[in-house]
């Protein structure tokens, strides 16, 4: 990921775009159901309506932050989250992507700047890039997870634009330990919700707090730090750049800073 300490330091921003969340998107968008009668159906996709579904996506995305420069954020097929956790999403194996996926993002690899990071997913790639200091980019995401990054971000749902300080993002993260993520089938802390979490750390948010929720439960702080290991949106000082490769956050020598009051 050498490029982006040159390439993004420019005076015109660069859109980090969440392209695995906006080309399933699209995809999903173009599906559709033939009945053949006799009770026979057929799912089929029309490629070219998922092609301009994220062809405009991008184009009003460029529009409205007034730029051209954009780059592509697309998952690896392995991923280093289920080296230490091995449940880590398992429960999406039955999971189908839309018709004709696989084909989308071949042409969207084709046509646009992207990157691939080998074991990372989207989400690493934007939070290192869009965390580094000196690059001037918007990560481009609906994505609750951006939300634990230190980024400028624009969410297109809500059309919210955010710029998302340390505090805030290490606020965010460690909630996340706390209360694990469904989606991604890593459970957190057992019995503890958003409310919970956030009386848990108060106003200064600190990993010592998450730690010792997790001793009230005789959970050993070893699982507590593989649950926050599985939280984190990978940033910039979690990258190696001289040798490409993952600082995985160990609490020893990357504790969060309490929240300024």
């Known amino acids: 990921m050498k490029f ?4 993004l330091k420019t005076q015109q921003t660069t859109l980090l775009i969440d392209a695995d969340l906006y080309l399933y998107r699209a995809c999903a968008a173009a599906e559709q159901e033939t009945d053949w009668g006799d009770d026979v159906w057929s799912l089929w996709a029309d490629l070219k309506v998922a092609k301009d579904i994220f062809r405009n996506n991008i184009l009003d995305f460029c529009a409205k932050f007034e730029t051209d420069q954009v780059l592509l ?18 429960n999406r194996k ?18 646009y700047d992207n990157i691939t990071v080998p074991k990372l997913e989207a989400d690493d790639v ?8 000196g690059s001037n980019t918007i990560i481009i995401s609906d994505d609750k997870d951006m939300m634990s990054i230190p980024c400028r971000l624009y969410r297109p749902q809500s059309e919210e634009r955010m710029t998302i300080n340390q505090d805030e993002a290490d606020k965010n993260w460690l909630m996340q330990a706390l209360t694990g993520d469904p989606t991604d089938g890593y459970p957190g802390l057992k019995g503890v919700g958003k ?15 998450v730690a010792q929720a997790y001793a009230k439960k005789d959970i050993p702080q070893a699982d507590a ?19 490409e490769s993952i600082k995985l956050w160990e609490p020893s020598n990357a504790s969060p800073r309490p929240a300024t009051t």
């Open 4 to 7: 982006y300490r040159t390439s």
């Open 73 to 90: 954020t697309i998952s690896d097929k392995e991923n280093f989250r289920k080296d230490i956790y091995p449940e880590y999403k398992s």
């Open 94 to 111: 039955k999971t189908r992507k839309p018709v004709g996926y696989k084909a989308l993002v071949q042409w969207a690899r084709d046509n």
């Open 126 to 133: 934007l939070g290192i890039i869009g965390s580094t200091p």
């Open 195 to 209: 409310v919970t979490a956030a009386k848990i750390l108060g106003s200064r948010p600190s990993w010592d707090l």
């Open 225 to 243: 730090v593989v649950q926050a290991q599985l939280a984190r949106i990978l940033r910039h000082t979690d990258w190696d750049t001289k040798t």
